[in-house]
């Protein structure tokens, strides 16, 4: 069993940065591939970001890469999520996710444990 807790959400101005944690509590962070996802209001959860257990291998959507950064620390059983020159279509609630396998996934049925969640506003 995993529980993920976001932490780092809140309200920004367009065009600055703010990173995201997640702290996990679980049996073993380093089997865990990690990925972000997020959800704005009326809309599907999209993927955002993922990284593999032990070597930190990523992969990023299309939408924010170049501008958003996973990495972990699997000292502190935590990953990150840097995103800079935010927008407003930024606004979303933010999600962190674990898999049971070490490998990272893009598809959110991939992933076993969910967050809570983290509110990003982006104000223009």
């Known amino acids: 069993q995993v529980t993920l807790v976001e932490s780092g959400g809140g309200l920004v101005q367009a065009g600055e940065s703010l990173t995201l944690s997640c702290v996990a509590s679980?049996?073993?962070?380093?089997?865990?591939?990690m990925g972000w996802f997020r959800q704005a209001p009326g809309l599907d959860r999209q993927f955002l970001a993922t990284?593999?257990?032990?070597?930190?291998?990523?992969f990023y959507a299309n939408s924010v890469k170049g501008r958003f950064t996973i990495s972990r620390d699997n000292a502190k059983n935590t990953v990150f999520l840097l995103m800079n020159s935010l927008q407003p279509d930024d606004t979303a609630v933010y999600y962190c996710?674990?898999?049971?396998?070490?490998?990272?996934?893009?598809?959110?049925?991939?992933?076993?444990?969910w967050g809570l969640g983290t509110q990003v506003t982006v104000s223009s």
């Open positions: 679980g049996p073993s962070f380093n089997n865990n591939g």
């Open positions: 990284i593999s257990g032990v070597s930190g291998s990523t």
């Open positions: 996710a674990a898999r049971s396998l070490p490998y990272y996934g893009t598809d959110q049925t991939a992933y076993d444990y």
